[in-house]
Nanobody
């Protein structure tokens, strides 16, 4: 079993910063690509940022220059540093990870963490 636990969400004023964490635990060999998504009520899920196991990154245009994704392979944790937050960044953020387990690659989701940016 593999668990992903997100943390770091909260309430912040516009222009502020938060750092989200996505920590993996359980039985696995390695973590491949990890992706942060967000989804507001009634809207489609949006890819925010992704990082591969070799550190290559990809960002949504809406967060480029403001958000930074990084990973600590020793701690099995991926971070999303969010700076200059805007009210439109308010929603629930989820991480998704491709994890190498016995038998192949399996994908897991975290439970989500709420980010609220006040104007």
């Amino acid at each position: 079993q593999v668990q992903l636990v997100e943390s770091g969400g909260g309430l912040v004023q516009a222009g502020g910063s938060l750092r989200l964490s996505c920590a993996a635990s359980g039985s696995f060999f390695s973590i491949n690509t990890v992706t942060w998504y967000r989804q507001a009520p009634g809207k489609p899920r949006e890819l925010v940022a992704a990082i591969t196991n070799d550190g290559s990154t990809n960002y949504a245009d809406s967060v480029k220059g403001r958000f930074t994704i990084s990973r600590d392979n020793v701690k099995n944790t991926v971070y999303l540093q969010m700076n200059n937050l805007k009210p439109e960044d308010t929603t629930v953020y989820y991480c998704n990870a491709g994890v190498r387990v016995r038998g192949g690659i399996a994908y897991y989701w975290g439970q989500g963490t709420q980010v609220t940016v006040s104007s």
